[in-house]
DNA sequence: AGGTGCACTGCAACTAGTTGCATAGCTAGA
DNA sequence: TCTAGCTATGCAACTAGTTGCAGTGCACCT
């Protein structure tokens, strides 16, 4: 119920087709709420329908026609409206807390190397959080509006991922112990 | 693909029927791995005709007949297959981010209130946290196997939750800055 | 006496999200 | 030259998860 309102947003900085969303969800927004191409392409036909954004064929030369989507009017009451009623709180869900929690009915080893990949993942995908603030909002404390709030939600990125590796690094750590 | 690990996991720690496996989902696994009671009764049903659990019917006086569940040979194996492959990174599905992201096209004092009412929220989940880290894990520097393994992941609760008051705190401080 | 809530299971209908595939032409590298 | 990958959309079939309801009987509160 909220892959729609993310869209919105989405679309509300930029018009775009349903690909270029997509890229946007890998890249971006999400980052915390993710999406694939297809249940954007199924979202968007049902916001066309509801009238929440209209599109526009732009033909190309050497690739597929590409259908632009914008934010209508309605649309832009919806999100309003949407902003002003309560979201449901974050949901987590981490399969590798439960393959930790199940550690000692396998090979803990094999437990150990998995923490480790997903250590790298994280600070990967730190790096790539990191590089956004960087390019994006070099002085933090000039924003405001949009930009201050983009910002912010980035931050959230940041911290999640930086406190993810200090988690990382203490399972790590105590795991070693455990088995030497 | 994993709820079935999730409830292997719990029930090789003690056998119990659906019910009870609901409620310990709200209690403790499923802080990281969300599951309602009926999809649990789902995937029980599946995994016994699988041969993964066996379940025994017990009578009670007062209330309803339960089938509490034990795992099989085949599940402990299924279980350790599965401990020995990678599991996806966790997902986050975060509304609050999306809303701040958008807050400038709203009203944007209420989705201050909103970041609050999370903080809250979130401020009671560490508490409980806190609360089981105090009654289960005084001495955490003792712990090895199963119980380290507990403890490890109730850490990443812990810092998670600490983590995100403090963006929260970083949220609320900016936003009410930028409006004055 | 009546209502609420808990314990226990489950069906039915729904919404959301995933996976695999198809089409099509262009570009870049081995 | 052949393969792989990108841009672009979408169908079909699937799995996962949610919501609303129903029944039963006990305990507890007002």
Redesign the interface.
Same mark, same amino acid.
């Given at each position: 119920m909220?892959l729609e309102?993310?869209i919105?947003?989405s679309l509300?900085e930029r018009a775009g087709s349903g690909y270029e969303l997509a890229r946007r969800f890998d890249r971006s &927004?999400g980052?915390?709420? /993710?999406a694939t191409h297809q249940q954007i392409y199924r979202v968007l036909r049902r916001m066309d329908d509801a009238g929440w954004v209209t599109h526009t064929d732009v033909a190309q030369e050497g690739r597929p026609d590409k259908k632009v989507y914008e934010v209508s009017a309605a649309g !832009?009451e919806e999100?309003?409206r949407?902003?002003?009623e /309560?979201?449901?709180?974050?949901?987590? !869900?981490?399969?590798?807390?439960?393959? &930790?929690?199940?550690?000692?009915?396998?090979?803990t080893a094999?437990?150990l190397r %998995?923490v480790e !990949?997903?250590r790298g %993942?994280?600070a990967a995908l730190l790096e790539v959080f990191r590089g956004i603030q960087r390019r994006d909002f070099p002085k933090p404390a000039k924003l405001?509006?949009?930009e201050?709030?983009?910002y912010?939600?980035l !931050?959230?990125g940041v911290?999640?991922e930086?406190?993810?590796l200090?988690?990382c690094d203490?399972?790590i750590e105590?795991?070693r112990s455990?088995r030497s």
């Open positions: 909220a309102h993310a919105l947003v509300t &927004i980052f915390f709420w /993710p !832009r999100l309003t949407w902003l002003a /309560p979201v449901d709180i974050a949901v987590l !869900r981490d399969g590798l807390s439960v393959k &930790i929690r199940g550690a000692s009915l396998g090979d094999a437990v %998995e !990949r997903h %993942e994280h405001n509006g949009r201050l709030h983009q912010l939600v !931050r959230g911290r999640a930086e406190s993810f200090a988690w203490e399972v105590a795991m455990e």
